[in-house]
């Protein structure tokens, strides 16, 4: 249920050793009508982190987003273009879906996806076709560090986009992958509440969060609202129970779960 009384979060501290990395929540408008869907992939059930969850495409930041980053505009915050870059690069080679690409043409697709898997830099394929890419069309909305102590801790920058036309199959990359869908946020909720899917606890707490919007447009309106302040989760004893808990000022409808119903990863 909704918490109306969250409360403040502690000091925002990066965990040590954690690995930048960035996801992208991809909107289109619903061919039934309705709350726009969500490209979701299923992770394999051999990864070390997620193993078997539904997830946003997206990935670790290489070294290389940061050279493409500051070759196209992003030397302010070099950290926040490159994870936008990441988050670019991450979805084409998961899905096959080119996101922020717009002088890529459908049919180039495959083959420039095969090279990226290929280990060709994405900076130097950008320099060979002479493109730009369109970093300014992503979103930001949310920074997630989760700190369990995990064999992995990743501080995730999130961003929305709307879904770029395209007829091609996506499919997914079947090493880290099993399946891809498109489905609302609250059909996403609903599976899981089901049984038919399972989400982590950041990924459930934002589609919620994008629930409250109908379609793209409004969950970027909603996203202004709020800063994107680093989101690292914190447990607390309520009446005898264990909480993991968010803070209360970052647009998010639930900030608490009893931590023996959270999948962390």
């Not at 079947?174 to 399946?179: D, K, P």
Request: aromatic share 8%; net charge negative.
């Amino acid at each position: 249920m909704t918490d109306a009384a969250s409360p403040t979060a502690p000091p925002e501290v990066l965990p040590d050793g954690a690995i930048p990395a960035a996801t992208l929540v991809i909107m289109r408008p619903s061919e039934c009508g309705g709350a726009d869907e969500i490209l979701m992939v299923k992770r394999s059930t051999k990864m070390a982190f997620a193993a078997g969850a539904v997830v946003f495409p997206g990935g670790r930041v290489d070294p290389d987003d940061y050279h493409v980053a500051r070759l196209y505009g992003f030397r302010i915050d070099e950290a926040d273009g490159a994870a936008r870059v990441a988050a670019l690069r991450e979805t084409l080679e998961e899905t096959g879906l080119a996101v922020g690409w717009p002088e890529l043409k459908e049919g180039e697709v495959a083959e420039v996806r095969r090279a990226l898997l290929g280990g060709t830099l994405l900076s130097d394929i950008l320099t060979a076709r002479g493109d730009r890419i369109a970093l300014e069309s992503f979103v930001p909305f949310a920074r997630w560090c989760p700190n369990f102590k995990e064999a992995r801790t990743f501080d995730t920058r999130f961003y929305a986009v709307a879904a770029p036309p395209h007829g091609h199959e996506l499919t997914v990359e079947e090493a880290e992958h099993s399946h891809i869908f498109w489905a609302s946020a609250d059909a996403t909720l609903a599976m899981a509440d089901r049984g038919e899917v399972s989400v982590i606890f950041p990924t459930r707490r934002n589609l919620e969060r994008i629930a409250q919007a109908a379609d793209f447009a409004g969950f970027s309106s909603h996203s202004r609202q709020f800063p994107v302040d680093l989101v690292t989760p914190w447990i607390e004893d309520r009446d005898g129970q264990s909480h993991l808990c968010i803070p209360s000022h970052l647009g998010y409808p639930v900030t608490s779960e009893p931590f023996d119903r959270v999948r962390r990863g």
